[in-house]
């Protein structure tokens, strides 16, 4: 089952299914987003919307987008926020965004799908206005290191989501080749995570 399927076959359960990871990256995006307030925002892999609620609060105008339908199909069916539009999109081709037109850009939980992370940054950097701000937040590579990767269960079957390593300097290196700048890097745990290594990782960038 390749990645789109599997969001797709996902996605009527997602927010049903115990997951710690999506229940951490909803706890972090706020406590290092939350005292911003932009002009236009684009959430690049929305999922089911958990995220979206909260942007369309700190940002005037919100685009959200998924490759999923399923997963975007589920995101509009709870949230009726008149400043957010959602659109399908595949964002490993050409993004469907103007030159300079978001203050804010964030990414959670789907680069570990995405192998080329420089395109990646690429198309961040032309979407962001000056001064604009990049925000990943995405599993741990010490994780993936030990086997950890997006899964989810149907019954006795558990399904793995297709994955790539991404080291911490992968993300830097990316980065810098396409003009953004580091103003932070944290690493998270839950509060079940108890000596275990750091569940996400995350980094605040800056054009």
Same mark, same amino acid.
């Given at each position: 089952m390749d990645v789109q399927q599997a969001y797709d076959t996902w996605s009527a359960t997602y927010d049903a299914d115990e997951n710690l990871t999506r229940d951490l990256d909803r706890t972090v995006t706020k406590t290092i987003l939350g005292d911003l307030r932009c002009l236009s925002v684009l959430e690049v892999g929305c999922g089911t919307g958990k995220n979206t609620p909260f942007l369309a609060k700190i940002g005037d105008v919100v685009t959200a987008v998924d490759f999923s339908a399923g997963m975007? +199909?589920? +995101?509009k069916a709870k949230i009726s926020a008149q400043n957010v539009t959602f659109q399908v999109a595949d964002i490993t081709q050409a993004w469907p965004t103007a030159d300079a037109a978001f203050d804010l850009i964030i990414c959670n939980l789907i680069l570990e799908h995405i192998e080329d992370l420089g395109f990646i940054f690429a198309e961040a950097s032309r979407s962001l206005a000056a001064d604009g701000r990049l925000f990943i937040s995405e599993l741990h590579p010490f994780r993936q290191y030990l086997g950890g990767k997006a899964r989810?269960?149907?019954g006795e079957e558990t399904t793995f989501i297709p994955a790539h390593i991404h080291h911490a300097s992968d993300f830097l290196t990316a980065a810098k080749a396409n003009g953004l700048?580091? @103003? +932070? @890097? !944290? /690493?998270w745990w839950h509060e079940q995570? /108890? !000596?275990s290594p750091p569940r996400l990782i995350t980094f605040l960038f800056q054009k």
């Amino acid at each position: 089952m390749d990645v789109q399927q599997a969001y797709d076959t996902w996605s009527a359960t997602y927010d049903a299914d115990e997951n710690l990871t999506r229940d951490l990256d909803r706890t972090v995006t706020k406590t290092i987003l939350g005292d911003l307030r932009c002009l236009s925002v684009l959430e690049v892999g929305c999922g089911t919307g958990k995220n979206t609620p909260f942007l369309a609060k700190i940002g005037d105008v919100v685009t959200a987008v998924d490759f999923s339908a399923g997963m975007i +199909a589920q +995101a509009k069916a709870k949230i009726s926020a008149q400043n957010v539009t959602f659109q399908v999109a595949d964002i490993t081709q050409a993004w469907p965004t103007a030159d300079a037109a978001f203050d804010l850009i964030i990414c959670n939980l789907i680069l570990e799908h995405i192998e080329d992370l420089g395109f990646i940054f690429a198309e961040a950097s032309r979407s962001l206005a000056a001064d604009g701000r990049l925000f990943i937040s995405e599993l741990h590579p010490f994780r993936q290191y030990l086997g950890g990767k997006a899964r989810f269960q149907q019954g006795e079957e558990t399904t793995f989501i297709p994955a790539h390593i991404h080291h911490a300097s992968d993300f830097l290196t990316a980065a810098k080749a396409n003009g953004l700048n580091l @103003l +932070a @890097l !944290d /690493e998270w745990w839950h509060e079940q995570d /108890e !000596d275990s290594p750091p569940r996400l990782i995350t980094f605040l960038f800056q054009k």
